[in-house]
């Protein structure tokens, strides 16, 4: 039975990667990092997983990338973790922008006491600053920790992407000695962006992707090893970080036309979370489900054109949108 | 047994309403609309209804407001209604901005080709001038005529509210005329005015406010009376907003602490529409409801000081967070 | 004698003028006040006075146009006469901005107490609606007196460009909203518009921006009549302004290149205050000059295309500049 | 003769030191740069020199400070001689920006293709990093040496002073980053600051900014040793800077009340260039001067108090402005 079940989603989410990965033509490759901007950009992949730890897999995906903005979600969870979210809704807001993420101008215009959320740069930089450690580096130790955990398996940093970044990062770093003067940032400039572009180096595939999606839709629970890591309320709060601002300056028609709390970074992937959702209109994912999917042509926005585009036919047909 | 329940849940509601009534030192009436300012800011009262037509009230549910930015939600609804959600997108875009609901700043800076979203007072212009009809007259006339049919009831302006803002809002007639010029507005800027400013003044209760929340909880559908008004699609981008913009420059903050959509207006009125959600941890209102919460002293962020917080008590005991 | 020189200064205008009436291929009439776009952009003129009263025209130097933005120059001028620098000086400041001159960005972001510069729109406006009289009419009618005892002779209103100014400018109703929202204004929107889109509408000739020209060089003094118009601290400042902000924002590169005191407006008029420089390296206008030119041809800026390239020669060729 | 009217001239200048003195408490000593914050706020100086090489001076005029914004106007002008105008002009703009000296906002804004002006920080550092040599050392010995040559004498930097900007200047480091990331800075980062900060480190006496300002008013002549440093065009293209935006946002004000072509720091100084004006109404220093300020305490705008309001009135009494 299960294996007829899992056949036949996987042949509809087959279809589906064949449907939208020409897609692909409506972005490029992240240039600006140069180890991201050389990858192939025709790659589409997709991974579910549901709550008894079925995955459902199509196109491509054996295919390795690193986390970029995906790990912004997952620091600020590691943080709240250790912290308390109260202690970290201190020092971040939690308030869509709409400007870029790499934006200076709000910070100038409206001197914030805070940066405005934790998924732009300038809030994930002092997220990223504040992890448990004495030094960048076993505060980057302290965060892979958190995220082998979730994984169930030893992860690793992608050095060429990670030395590509720091040779390029001139707006990161204005960002971060902006934050700096603006005495948001305890931590020195050089190290607090050592972690921050190790956590964007970090190597994943889709179904890591899925299963920390699961993990986020089950509120911090993983329901397949029945293991809770982190509380409800951190969970909470990260989904509507994912949906008012997961999506770049997408978040908000990506709600709409998608309605998943998601993530994506600029290499391609899209980490979703899918809560259960007993009135869905059809039978798919009635109880929730993770999304990893990975198609690294990013469009003007930053995200997964394929990917984008992939996951509003899959929310559409099983009826997977919260809203 | 039904009589019993309702009791209980609202004993429960006015013993909430006591705890954050005094909240309301918290913020002031709207001082900028002298016939706002002039209210008793000490007042607060909720109403919420269910699937099956039982109101639960307590505090102060006898006053009428009006419908303030509410409506902003509410002609988003009747414009999309009437031309489809395509059209409505085309024109207006449905993303978050962290400006304040009445900046030109934006529009100057990154110069769009349509306004961010229809609950900044640009779009809401915008949505309005577009309503069908010949004239302002007619195209108010429309919406008053769905929000009756929504309400059962007829509707009534008050004359005092439409001319105290029609004499100071400067503000807004800089926003249109901006529009204008950016040729977003077809209609004269008087008549969009007219017409946007008659929708503000439109009279509502709790109880309105409430059944409205439950029809968009239940995708456009009545529960009680078993009538189809508006699209599911309708329903779906509409929550999207009421989350990611719906509560002013809180939205964020709402949403990651009370988690309910919502629209309010800075008369005090908050309409919230709580979703069915099967899996939750309690027993009230797990089949969804609408909310309508009055309370006149706003915070500076133009949201209901007492209400907000009622709301964000509210939701964490009976679990009716969306995420 | 005087004769020849005016013949020599005369003959050498008018190379000048053929060298650089192709020089209007770089700009266009301005579109967006119809009544303006149409005229021939391929004209250009210009008139020089001296202290004696002696004219020296060449090229296109028959033709009326609207004051437009130079206007603004002589309502500051006007206004600090009645009631004094000081009271003007309260009421707008004399700083640059980067902005465009009908930004409503620095205000919201900025929030001065008072509009950065009278040669801004918003200072424009401020201006006009202070001038002395009980109406707009009245206050127009100061405005139209002080020119014409300045030139000697009436003035009068392009009707037809009033009216496609009247119809056309959004973008002035929203600016002068904001001054009113703002408290700036104290005058109702449409009659401080009316005075300044009157002033705007003014017809004068290359001789009449001469004469206007001579007189702020002379520090309110005109040299011919041996009348005293207004104090020197007022003309002072007004050449600051010349300097700062009289051509839009290429007004620094004007002060650079060519480094005369002007003010120019978008119908392609720019009235030029050379002061006496008795060091001059050169014997040509050392005891002063005002200049008129007109070439409706204007470049992204607002400037006359030929007019500037045109004085960036005549300043050059004979030490004009106060650098 | 002469000892008599440099006596009469110096006793003005004492009582107007004397007269001024107290403004000093509408002002602080720079805060945000340690080493200058804890200077005595009560000192006032000033140092005239004329064209035959006389110094008047008066006040505290054996202080030695840092040159700060003042170098700004040095290194534009000893780039300018290396490479010419042209070369300069085409990597730095000249227009004045309402925007705060450090400012990254018009930047993202406007996206302009160079930085404004040479006098905010960010044209500065472009500056500096263009200045001939092979590395930063080279460069910044450039400049040392072509100021040295102007004034006849070695410089040194305070090391203090440079320690204390170097270990501060996030902000300044932020807007390198910003102009690296905008491929505006060829050099290295911190090698561009470092160079920014030794110029702004150099100390010099009221009596180096007043042989200054005398070869900038004679146009890079310098009257008493009859050489002749730079163009005439380098200097008057400094000059329209200086009175554009020389004294930081309150240039229009400085302009409209003094007139003086002057250039500020934030240690206090401030360097004025008096042009000849033999029109002058009064007889003192009809054939130019050069100034130099020193009052340590400084208002908001960054501007010494005491000096500013002690040269508005020494320019109003001896008829100085150009204007």
Redesign the interface.
Known sequence: MAVQKNLRITEQLEAWVNDNKGHAVLGTTAQYIPALGKVDPGKLGICMIDEDGNYYCAGDTDVEFTLQSISKALTFVALSHHYGLEFV?ERV???????AFN????F???RPNKP??PFINAGAITISSLLPGQNAQKKFAYLKGFLEELLGHPLEIDKEVYDSEWATS??N??????L??AKFLELE?EEALDIYISQCSIKVSVKDLALLGLILAYDGYNPITKVKHFSEEIA??T???M???GMY?????F??HV?I?AKSGVSGGIMGAV??K??SQTYEFRAGAGIGVYGPAIDVQGNSAAGTMMLRQISKEWDL???
Do not use: M, W
């Not at 770093?173 to 902006?178: I, T, V």
């Not at 300056?249 to 028609?253: D, L």
């Open positions: 809704l807001d939690v308030e869509p922008t709409g400007e934006s200076i101008v709000p100038e215009i409206h405005f959320n001139h707006r770093r204005a960002l971060a000695y902006y700096k003067e400039v909470q709060v989904k509507v970080l949906v008012t601002c300056n997408s978040s908000g028609n709600a709409a309605g709390p809560p259960p007993l009135h949108s919260i809203f």
